[in-house]
């Protein structure tokens, strides 16, 4: 059974950080790419990050230099690293599981909440 799930969400003050982790399990995770994505009330789903198989990174305009994506393939584990939080960035966080070269994800998470507010 394949489970993705995402830990780490919460309140944090404009200008703080957060580490997002995702916990995959049910297929083999060092053979797909992992996407965190976020959506926020009434807009639609963005790509924030991936990271490839390899350890390639890519980053949406709005989150460059401020969130960092990484992956242990020996814990199957993905993580975001976010700093210098702005309200904007209040959204629920999903990660997903994509095979290489596919535009969509095979595997989603159920989210995790993140709000920013002072």
């Known amino acids: 059974q394949v489970q993705l799930v995402e830990s780490g969400g919460g309140l944090v003050q404009p200008g703080g950080s957060l580490r997002l982790s995702c916990a995959a399990s049910?297929?083999?995770?060092?053979?797909?790419?992992m996407d965190w994505h976020r959506q926020a009330p009434g807009k639609q789903r963005e790509l924030v990050a991936f990271?490839?198989?390899?350890?390639?990174?890519n980053y949406g305009d709005s989150v460059k230099g401020r969130f960092t994506i990484s992956r242990d393939n020996g814990k199957n584990m993905v993580y975001l690293q976010m700093n210098a939080m702005k309200p904007e960035d209040t959204a629920v966080y999903y990660c997903?599981?994509?095979?290489?070269?596919?535009?969509?994800?095979?595997?989603w998470g159920q989210g995790t909440q993140v709000t920013v507010s002072s």
């Open positions: 997903s599981a994509r095979t290489f070269g596919r535009p969509t994800a095979d595997y």
């Open positions: 049910g297929f083999t995770f060092r053979s797909y790419v």
């Open positions: 990271i490839t198989s390899g350890g390639i990174t």
